[in-house]
């Protein structure tokens, strides 16, 4: 038994390493690199190929004016999408508006329908009322809300 718990512990102690992990490492750096097999070493100033370098250098400008001009042409691109996103916004307000607006102007029609529905019964009943006792009627009808 004693044995088997040895060879347990021996076991463990030798693939601990493994399971510990390693620690991460950040692409692009020496350590990430070297694990690559890959190393960049910078040659002194004066073993540099002029030729090279001037090369870099007219590329790195090229890069740097299109990351340029790309962040330009993103920059405008929200402008643009912000100005019609405001646009937008001000229409669907405005629609907003109107829809509330003849909502209202339906609602107060309705309630002037209802009105002289009222007053147009009111006043037949009244005529009515007048025929019906045998005296003389002279009354107006109400006046149409239209």
């Given amino acids: ?49 002029p030729a090279e370098v001037a090369a870099t250098v007219q590329l790195n400008a090229e890069v740097a004016a299109r990351n340029a001009a790309a962040a330009q042409t993103e920059a405008e691109a929200q402008a643009a999408w912000e100005s019609e996103d405001a646009k937008w916004r001000a229409e669907a307000a405005a629609a907003e508006t109107a829809r509330a607006q003849w909502e209202a102007d339906v609602a107060a029609a309705e309630a002037a329908q209802a009105q002289y529905e009222r007053e147009r019964a009111a006043w037949e009943a009244a005529v009515a009322r007048c025929r019906a006792s045998g005296r003389r009627c002279v009354t107006a009808p109400p006046a149409t809300p239209w």
């Fill in 1 to 49: 038994m004693h044995r088997i718990i040895l060879t347990g512990v021996a076991a463990l102690t030798v693939a601990a390493p493994a399971f510990a992990g390693t620690p991460q490492v950040v692409p692009g750096s020496e350590e990430w690199l070297r694990q690559r097999g890959e190393s960049y070493h910078r040659a002194p100033d004066a073993e540099q190929n």
